[in-house]
Each structure stands twice: as structure tokens, then as C-alpha cells.
């Protein structure tokens, strides 16, 4: 069952800031977030391995809530390079499930 | 180098006919994956091979079979193409069935 992304759309100016939710409906063993620039293929941008983890990786970042089986991705002072749709992919029992993705258009 | 690639880039074709796509990856991994996005760029899986065997088929058509010669290879075939079929068709990679996925190209297929 595919998780659900949180917002749809999301249009930000650049240095803005922008949080886009996933959640489960049921228990996760892991989450990955993936980002699509349109016409090529996603590409990883970080795992979350177990409850209450963070990772980030220059001004993104990322949270597990194994409880509550959600996931959130944090776009901080974003750039025009963000622009993109994210994939929120649920890992239970070795099969990946993506949301439906977020689209983030960041402008100038 | 390209670590997961994809033949064809582009697939025309009418309906009825059959058609391959191939994947091949030289990242020694283990697993191989296909998944299908359709125009609103729902992303889902078909089929995940590990080590050369099927582990997770999802409910796609017979029409589907994906064939994997070796582990860096994974195939996939289509007969009798249908509308509904046209969607871009990415293969990926992992180390193992929990790990990062590195996606090819895509395969842009349009069935007229």
C-alpha cells in the first residue's frame, strides 16, 4: 500500500523554507526520499533506517517517526536547484512503495 | 561510466506488437528492479529480482516477464502491447533488497 505525500505542490522563492510529509498506514521498517527532475530518472537522496533518526545532507534534511509511521523532508533556504518532485518510497517486508510525490518548483 | 543503463531510450510502437527493454548495471549489486510511472508520474513497482530470482512480482499483467540472465542483466519483455501500457520504465539497482536504489534513464514507451 503506497504511503501519502503531503502536500501535492509546493512553490517557494529562493532562501524559503518547506516541509513535505509522508505517512504509512501501516508499520515501516525503513523510509527513502528520492527526488525527480522532470525527464530523468530519480535519484536517492537519503535512507532513514529506524524510529526518531535524522539525516541531512547540506540544507536537506530528513525525520523518522517510527510510531507514527511518518516521515518528513525539510527544504531549507532553498535554491533553484531543489526544483523537482520528491518521492517519499516505504520499505516493509522488502518491497518499496512510493507516494504519489510532492512537486517543488522554487523561483527566483 | 553509466552505472544502470537502459535500451531502448525511446520505444514507438502499435499496439499488438511485442517488445524488449533491457537493463544492465555494473554496479555489482544484487538486486534489479523494474517499475513502471505512468503520465501522472505514480511510480510503481513490477518486479524485483535478486541474485537472478523473482522475489516480488506485483499484480502486473502476464503479458509482463522479465527475464534475468545474470545479475547485472535484467530484461524486460512485453507481448501484445496495449494503450495502457504507455509509461516510462525505469530499471534499478540495489546492494540488497534494503538498501539505496539507483535508477536507470527510463525507457519512454508509446503504444499507438
Known amino acids: 500500500q503506497q504511503p501519502v505525500q503531503s502536500p501535492q505542490a509546493v512553490i517557494l522563492r529562493e532562501g524559503e523554507d518547506a516541509v513535505i510529509n509522508c505517512s504509512s498506514s501501516k508499520a515501516l521498517y525503513s523510509v527513502h526520499w528520492y527526488r525527480q527532475k522532470h525527464g530523468e530518472a530519480p535519484v536517492f537522496l537519503m535512507i532513514l533506517l529506524k524510529g526518531g533518526e535524522q539525516k541531512g545532507h547540506e540544507k536537506i534534511s530528513a525525520s523518522f517517526n517510527e510510531k507514527k509511521q511518518q516521515s518528513s523532508l525539510y527544504l531549507t533556504a532553498s535554491q533553484l536547484s531543489y526544483s523537482g518532485t520528491y518521492f517519499c518510497g516505504t520499505e516493509n517486508t522488502y518491497k518499496l512503495s512510493f507516494g504519489a510525490g510532492t512537486t517543488v518548483t522554487v523561483r527566483a | 561510466d553509466t552505472a544502470v543503463s537502459q535500451t531502448p531510450k525511446y520505444l514507438v510502437t502499435q499496439m499488438g506488437n511485442d517488445k524488449s527493454i533491457k537493463c544492465e548495471q555494473n554496479l555489482g549489486h544484487d538486486t534489479m528492479y523494474w517499475y513502471k510511472q505512468d503520465s501522472k508520474k505514480f511510480l510503481k513497482i513490477m518486479f524485483s529480482y535478486n541474485n537472478k530470482e523473482l522475489i516480488i512480482n506485483e499484480t502486473v499483467p502476464n503479458r509482463f516477464s522479465p527475464k534475468s540472465p545474470d545479475k547485472a542483466h535484467l530484461n524486460l519483455h512485453i507481448n501484445s502491447l496495449e494503450l495502457g501500457d504507455s509509461a516510462v520504465y525505469f530499471c534499478?539497482?540495489?546492494?540488497?533488497?534494503?538498501?539505496?536504489?539507483?535508477f536507470g534513464p527510463g525507457t519512454r514507451l508509446l503504444v499507438l
Open positions: 534499478a539497482s540495489s546492494l540488497g533488497r534494503q538498501e539505496t536504489q539507483y
